[in-house]
């Protein structure tokens, strides 16, 4: 959708909209718990852990975690329909990473989780490193049947020395080349994670990884602000004063300014990210207002009276502001 006339009054290509077209309404996500692990805990990658995953592994309720796939969906989806009455779900097999499984395992629980009428289909959060042609078999078959399903690549940075520093075990060629090997063997609808927040990140730098995204074969982009969770390297990283959080404001310029310069086609799964438990939450404290976050953010497009794209649409001011640039503190 590279229409701007269709993003409901937003300055961006909200994934909603992207659903409301491909559903027919408005969809919600089921979150699920059911991998226990990853290369990285497993020490398979180089490291013990990624320095921002908590134990839970990046779950959203790890409150359902011990129960079965079925009854964490039915929990959450009991819970959708009271609140917002709706019939339209895609289950997303978040936490930890979910490839780093048996195939054959991660087939039944797509079964399970499509034997739902109203689940619509299955989206999965996975690391670069994690992939296979007997997974990309299953997303073709899942497809074949009429259901939907999306892949979300972790792949936090397209830089090496931060990659490095967030433990994360993999370089920026393991995600392109996850992207290529995906796009040319499936027909899945492709995200991306990023991370903003990183020591030493510049707007040189959020530009080139705008530019760069603009460039691969995906259909979405979900962004994170870095914030420190409890039991996690980052925390004692930050209490040593090793690393401090970015600044609210400074986040909300360096979002603003991404996504000028990301293609209008890319939609865009969320402006922020929050801790999924605030008791966990070590810093910044801002992190556990999603919603007031967003908010600035839209007013920061207003302010600036700009929008997703502006500047690839408009190469001249693009020029302009090219020879403004300058690094954006940390």
């Given at each position: 959708?590279?229409?701007?006339s ?17 559903f ?75 490839t ?53 690549l ?47 990140e ?6 080139s990884?705008a ?90 497009f ?29």
């Amino acid at each position: 959708m590279t229409n701007l006339s269709q993003w409901q009054d937003l300055p961006y290509y909200a994934i909603s909209q992207f659903y409301r077209c491909r559903f027919g309404g408005k969809v919600y996500k089921i979150p699920v718990s059911v991998a226990q692990t990853c290369p990285n805990r497993e020490g398979l990658a180089g490291g013990k852990v990624c320095i921002f995953c908590d134990e839970w592994g990046s779950a959203a309720f790890p409150e359902y975690r011990h129960q079965t796939l079925a009854g964490q969906i039915e929990a959450t989806r009991a819970r959708l329909k009271r609140r917002f009455n709706s019939d339209n779900f895609l289950v997303y097999f978040q936490a930890y990473t979910t490839t780093f499984r048996r195939t054959m395992e991660l087939r039944l629980q797509f079964a399970e989780a499509l034997a739902f009428a109203d689940v619509k289909g299955v989206v999965v959060g996975t690391r670069p490193d994690c992939l296979s042609d007997a997974l990309f078999d299953l997303w073709n078959e899942t497809e074949e049947k009429g259901k939907f399903v999306g892949v979300e690549l972790g792949v936090q940075s397209f830089d090496d020395e931060h990659l490095m520093w967030m433990n994360r075990g993999h370089k920026q060629e393991t995600s392109l080349r996850a992207i290529e090997k995906i796009r040319n063997k499936t027909k899945v609808d492709l995200g991306i994670h990023l991370i903003f927040g990183l020591p030493g990140e510049t707007r040189e730098k959020i530009v080139s990884t705008a530019r760069k995204v603009n460039a691969l074969p995906i259909d979405n982009v979900k962004l994170h602000n870095l914030h420190v969770l409890k039991n996690t390297p980052l925390e004692e990283m930050w209490r040593r004063g090793e690393f401090v959080p970015i600044t609210r404001e400074e986040y909300i310029k360096r979002v603003v300014l991404f996504l000028e310069y990301l293609c209008p086609r890319i939609a865009v799964h969320r402006l922020a990210a929050v801790a999924s438990r605030h008791d966990e939450l070590v810093a910044p404290h801002w992190a556990r207002s999603k919603m007031e976050t967003y908010q600035l953010i839209l007013d920061e497009f207003k302010i600036q009276s700009t929008y997703q794209g502006r500047m690839v649409l408009d190469p001249i001011q693009a020029s302009i502001q090219k020879k403004g640039d300058v690094e954006i503190s940390t």
